[in-house]
Every structure is written in structure tokens, then in C-alpha cells.
């Protein structure tokens, strides 16, 4: 039910839609699933696939697609930098509104 790989290693090109995975089962059941990133230290991340949503069936490639855009926005995994306009799963934010990338070049933050 997990994807095999997890998105490659963090690029800013990339879009945070590559680390959001909809997984239909047999029986039609739908789940979100996100691939969040935990900071246990400064240096060691801990991530994993979490179910963000679950549905017990969708009736058309529109609902599974706007199921997708609200996790998407969901404030618990992702995050839009203020400052750079990037939108980062939450564990690349570092806080809700500043991405980690402009905590290190603009703001003197240490990591
Ligand atoms: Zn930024």
C-alpha cells in the first residue's frame, strides 16, 4: 500500500505534488498518503509515507484530484514561504510562514 520509493532527494524545482501519492485498493477505497520529514536534530530527519486522507470510494478523476489539492493546502503538511513563494512539504518549512532555504541565505539561521 506504501509506494515503493520515496521522491528523490530534495530539489527546488520539484513540485510538492511529488510527495503526495493517491492509492486505490481493490475494494475501492482511496487513500492520501504524504511523505513527511521529522527533525529529530538539526542533522538527523526521520520520513515517512502518513495517511493524509481516506475516503471509502470516489466517484470521478475530479474528486480524487480535489482530494489531492486539499492536502496540498493542508497547513499540517505543506507550507508557502514568504518570502521565496516555494511551496514545501513541512518539514523543508522553517516555520509555517519562512522555507529552511531562506532561514539560512536571508535570516542568519543556523542549522
Ligand atoms: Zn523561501
Redesign the pocket.
Known amino acids: 500500500m506504501t509506494p515503493d520509493h520515496p521522491p528523490a532527494s530534495r530539489d527546488p524545482a520539484r513540485s510538492a505534488e511529488e510527495f503526495v501519492r493517491l492509492v486505490r485498493t481493490r475494494d475501492g477505497e482511496v487513500t492520501v498518503l504524504v511523505y513527511t520529514t521529522k527533525w529529530l536534530t538539526p542533522y538527523t530527519s526521520r520520513s515517512q509515507w502518513v495517511v493524509a486522507r481516506r475516503r471509502s470510494s470516489l466517484d470521478s478523476e475530479a474528486e480524487a484530484r480535489a482530494l489531492v489539492e486539499e492536502v496540498l493546502h493542508d497547513p499540517a503538511f505543506f507550507g508557502t514561504?514568504?518570502?521565496?513563494?516555494?511551496h514545501?512539504p513541512r518539514g523543508w518549512m522553517h516555520s509555517a510562514i519562512?522555507?529552511q532555504?531562506?532561514?539560512l541565505t536571508g535570516h542568519g539561521v543556523v542549522y
Open positions: 514561504c514568504g518570502e521565496c513563494g516555494d514545501n519562512l522555507c532555504g531562506c532561514a
